[in-house]
Nanobody, 125 residues
Framework: QVQLVESGGGLAQPGESLRLSCAASGFTFSNYAMSWFRQAPGKGLEWVSGVLSEGRHTYYSSSADGRFNISRDNAKNSLYLQMNSLKPEDTARYYC??????????????????WGQGTQVTVSS
C-alpha cells in the first residue's frame, strides 16, 4: 500500500539545522509532486514547501523561503527538507504528503491524498 515515513526530526537550538527525510513506497514516486506540511501545537496545518515530480521546480512558503530547501531523489523514492537557521516558531510536527498529480506542489490541501505520520521538530534553547 502507499506509505510515507518521515524521519530526522528532533530537538535543535535556534540557528541550528535539521534535515528531514521521507521514504515513499507503494506508488511510482517519480510521477507525483510532493510537499511538506507542518502543524504547530494548537494551530492548523500549514504548507511549508513543495517540489514537482521532476524535482527541478520547488516552492516555499514565506516562512520557509531562504531558510529551507526541499529536494527529492526519485531513484531512492525519497523526499528531503533541509532546514537551516531554525527558529522557535518552526516548532511543529512535520508531515510529508503525496500530491494527486505531478505538476502541482502548492499549498492547497485537497491536492494531496496521502500523508505520513509526521516527525516532531522542536526548536528551543
Amino acid at each position: 500500500q502507499v506509505q510515507l515515513v518521515e524521519s530526522g526530526g528532533g530537538l535543535a537550538q535556534p540557528g541550528e539545522s535539521l534535515r528531514l527525510s521521507c521514504a515513499a513506497s507503494g506508488f511510482t514516486f517519480s510521477n507525483y509532486a510532493m510537499s511538506w506540511f507542518r502543524q504547530a501545537p494548537g494551530k492548523g496545518l500549514e504548507w511549508v514547501s513543495g517540489v514537482l515530480s521532476e524535482g527541478r521546480h520547488t516552492y516555499y512558503s514565506s516562512s520557509a523561503d531562504g531558510r529551507f530547501n526541499i529536494s527529492r531523489d526519485n531513484a531512492k523514492n525519497s523526499l528531503y527538507l533541509q532546514m537551516n537557521s531554525l527558529k522557535p516558531e518552526d516548532t511543529a510536527r512535520y508531515y510529508c504528503s503525496k500530491g494527486r498529480r505531478g505538476d502541482y506542489a502548492g499549498p492547497s490541501r485537497h491536492e494531496y491524498g496521502v500523508w505520513g505520520q509526521g516527525t516532531q521538530v522542536t526548536v528551543s534553547s
